[in-house]
């Protein structure tokens, strides 16, 4: 069964940093396509950041320059370092990860990032 498990999360001030961790348990890491989510408090689940089974990054404009996502295969997991967060980085991130031969997709419970003086 593939789990997907979030961690690093917390409370930082605005301009601190935080780094997220998604490790894929279950299943051949390599050939996921991994992204990052986010929900704020009374807003829709929005895309973050992704990186493909090859590297390849990109990124929602609010976070570009900010957010780096990256990947560890030997490690099965999945990164985001979140530098100069803002208030309106307040939100619970997921990770999400699609099996690129099967296609078939799987999420993680999220972990709380509060950006708040």
């Known amino acids: 069964q593939v789990q997907l498990a979030e961690s690093g999360g917390g409370l930082v001030q605005p301009g601190g940093s935080l780094r997220l961790s998604c490790v894929v348990f279950?299943?051949?890491?390599?050939?996921?396509?991994m992204n990052w989510y986010r929900q704020a408090p009374g807003k829709q689940r929005e895309w973050v950041a992704a990186?493909?089974?090859?590297?390849?990054?990109s990124y929602v404009d609010s976070v570009k320059g900010r957010f780096t996502i990256s990947r560890d295969n030997g490690k099965n997991t999945m990164y985001l370092q979140m530098n100069s967060l803002l208030l309106e980085d307040t939100a619970v991130y997921y990770c999400?990860?699609?099996?690129?031969?099967?296609?078939?997709?799987?999420w993680g419970q999220g972990t709380q990032v509060t950006v708040s003086s």
């Open positions: 990186i493909t089974p090859g590297g390849t990054t």
């Open positions: 999400n990860g699609r099996n690129t031969f099967t296609s078939r997709q799987y």
């Open positions: 279950g299943d051949i890491f390599s050939r996921y396509a």
